[in-house]
């Protein structure tokens, strides 16, 4: 199934499923019992597919962006959090912090895994179970408050407001058998500067659903981004940072493209 979640004429929140003839509105709920109705989805505003319980974010899981980052390979992976106020909608701007200012915001293509039921002491082979689905995901990243002013910590860096587009639909697990082995991209201003392959992930989702529900339940709606490829702006010479009136894209394969503007905090 592939869900949306979107703002009716009214304004009024909705899942909606796509499928031939258009997306159709969803009764119930996409954690528990729900069915797709015939009625035609009254699609005002397309949101973000979830309202995360929270957000885990695993950095350095790429082999290539680890060794661009000057970073030795992790031997377990590097977690930090982002908050639901970093959530953004497809199509809605990703701000540049000026109140706390950063002129060093760089973008992160992702794949992003929300579970769908409780999950805790998960393996390896069985993590899986526990996915709703697959959605594409920016981690955009203040660099200078990540590396220079966070005290050490990645929180404040990749917290900031509108710092966690999410979308544009979420495909549930069942269409989606190896969620390692897609291709991810992204764009800025139509120019490619991340090509990779999500097989490239140094502990794949299974192994990070496995380690994250260690003695600690992942509740219904918890987002998992699961690491970024090489070619982050950072590591660009010179590097790459956002401006104000660029646009960016994430597209994965069989997920689709998750597009946002960049504009400056007002």
Avoid at 198 to 221: H, Q, Y
Wanted: aromatic share 8%; glycine share 10%; charged share 25%.
């Amino acid at each position: 199934m592939k869900i949306i979640r979107y703002q009716d004429s009214s304004g009024k929140i909705h899942y909606g499923e796509e499928r031939d003839g258009g997306p159709f509105r969803i009764e119930g709920d996409i954690f528990g019992e729900h069915h797709a109705t015939d009625d035609v989805a009254d699609v005002s505003k397309l949101l973000a597919p979830v309202v995360p319980e929270i957000i885990l974010c695993i950095g350095l899981n790429y082999k290539f962006h680890a060794e661009e980052s000057g970073a030795p390979i992790p031997k377990y992976p590097v977690l930090f959090i982002k908050g639901r106020n970093a959530l953004q909608n497809p199509g809605d701007p990703i701000e540049l912090p000026r109140k706390l200012a950063s002129e060093e915001v760089d973008y992160e293509c992702e794949l992003a895994v929300v579970i769908g039921k409780a999950c805790k002491n998960a393996s390896v082979e069985n993590a899986l179970d526990y996915v709703l689905g697959y959605t594409c995901g920016n981690d955009v990243s203040a660099r200078d408050w990540q590396k220079k002013k966070g005290g050490g910590q990645w929180c404040k860096g990749k917290g900031f407001d509108t710092f966690a587009p999410l979308g544009p639909r979420l495909i549930t697990a069942d269409e989606l058998e190896d969620p390692n082995a897609l291709s991810i991209q992204t764009r800025v201003n139509g120019e490619t500067v991340q090509d990779w392959n999500t097989n490239d992930m140094i502990f794949n989702a299974r192994e990070i659903i496995a380690f994250l529900s260690g003695s600690a339940t992942l509740l219904p709606g918890t987002v998992i981004l699961t690491g970024t490829p090489h070619g982050v702006g950072v590591a660009k010479k010179p590097p790459l940072w956002l401006k104000p009136g660029d646009k960016v894209e994430v597209e994965i394969e069989r997920i689709g493209t998750l597009a946002n503007p960049v504009i400056e905090e007002s």
